[in-house]
T-cell receptor
């Protein structure tokens, strides 16, 4: 158990709908990362938040958005869902970088949310 | 852009034997970090090992060790005394020191046979 929690575990919805995925980082971690794992595109970085602020952006669609709240939990919002959005969505967290600029902490992944769009 | 290549889609090994999974990456940066993550059938992503590019010494974690060849941009994972519980997908990952966009390879599916 990594200490990162994600809810729900499974989500089934229809095209055109909107869903919200939730992530709680490990205790003390300030950074939250979101990833998408799909059959055709593999594992892709979507977005990172650090202490409530967006820090980095990857291949995140405009239909997707995220935020991190004062208690450090994060939500990933997926709207106007398409069949191709069906995937496993992971959240990961890491402690604040202790080595200064240019240092990367290890990311610890949650169990994921499996999204199926019908 | 950084890319990560795992050229072995599937591998198998007998229990108690040793197996090596290959990974190459492409980058022009000097400060970066490499990881191996394991994804068992539960789909959980589990950290196996981490290597800092500035360290010459190869990382080891119990039965897992890496062969990090910086000049060749190669980062292979050796699993010694393979166990049935090592059966999983293994992903090689790269992240720059200055860019938080972690890149993953396509994965190698490892099966440990009894």
């Amino acid at each position: 158990d990594s200490g990162v929690t994600q809810t729900p575990k499974h989500l089934i919805t229809a095209t055109g709908q909107r869903v919200t995925l939730r992530c709680s980082p490990r205790s003390g971690d300030l950074s939250v990362y979101w990833y998408q794992q799909s059959l055709d595109q593999g594992l892709q970085f979507l977005i990172q938040y650090y202490n409530g602020e967006e820090r980095a952006k990857g291949n995140i669609l405009e239909r997707f958005s995220a935020q991190q709240f004062p208690d450090l939990h994060s939500e990933l919002n997926l709207s106007s869902l398409e069949l191709g959005d069906s995937a496993l969505y992971f959240c990961a967290s890491s402690v604040p970088g202790g080595g200064g600029a240019g240092y990367q902490e290890t990311q610890y992944f949650g169990p994921g949310t499996r999204l199926l769009v019908l | 852009a950084q890319t990560v290549t795992q050229s072995q889609p599937e591998m198998s090994v007998q229990e108690a034997e040793t197996v090596t999974l290959s990974c190459t990456y492409d980058t022009s940066e000097n400060n970066y970090y490499l990881f191996w993550y394991k994804q068992p059938p539960s789909r959980q992503m589990i950290l196996v090992i981490r290597q800092e590019a500035y360290k010459q010494q190869n990382a080891t974690e119990n039965r897992f060790s890496v062969n990090f060849q910086k000049a060749a941009k190669s980062f292979s994972l050796k699993i010694s005394d393979s166990q049935l519980g090592d059966t999983a997908m293994y992903f090689c990952a790269f992240i720059s020191g200055d860019n938080n966009d972690m890149r993953f390879g396509a994965g190698t599916r490892l099966t440990v046979k009894p």
